[in-house]
Nanobody, 123 residues
Framework: QVQLVESGGGLVQAGGSLRLSCAAS????????MGWFRQAPGKEREFVAA???????SYADSVKGRFTISRDNAKNTMSLQMNSLKPEDTAVYYC?????????????????WGKGTLVIVSS
């Protein structure tokens, strides 16, 4: 059974940092692009960041310079380092994987999803 499991969410003050992790199991994802999405209360899901199988990255404009995505193919994991957090970063953050980086960036038809981890940034 293929699973993506997020961890690392929590409550943090504005200006603080959190590191989210996504652990994959059931198959190896070294040939997949992986990414992060988020959905705030009452809002649509939005793309946050993605990393290709060969470590090229893409970020939403709203998080550029503050968030850093990384992956460890040997451990089948992906991380999102979030710095200088703002209240508007409050959302449920989801991990996803797809063979095509473009699918992640366009938020179209991901092969696999995690169940999400909640991040709350207080002002």
């Amino acid at each position: 059974q293929v699973q993506l499991v997020e961890s690392g969410g929590g409550l943090v003050q504005a200006g603080g940092s959190l590191r989210l992790s996504c652990a994959a199991s059931g198959r190896t994802f070294s040939s997949y692009a992986m990414g992060w999405f988020r959905q705030a209360p009452g809002k649509e899901r939005e793309f946050v960041a993605a990393i290709s199988w060969n470590f090229s990255t893409s970020y939403a404009d709203s998080v550029k310079g503050r968030f850093t995505i990384s992956r460890d193919n040997a451990k089948n994991t992906m991380s999102l380092q979030m710095n200088s957090l703002k209240p508007e970063d409050t959302a449920v953050y989801y991990c996803a994987a797809d063979r095509a980086m473009a699918s992640l960036i366009r938020d179209v038809g991901m092969d696999y999803w995690g169940k999400g981890t909640l991040v709350i940034v207080s002002s």
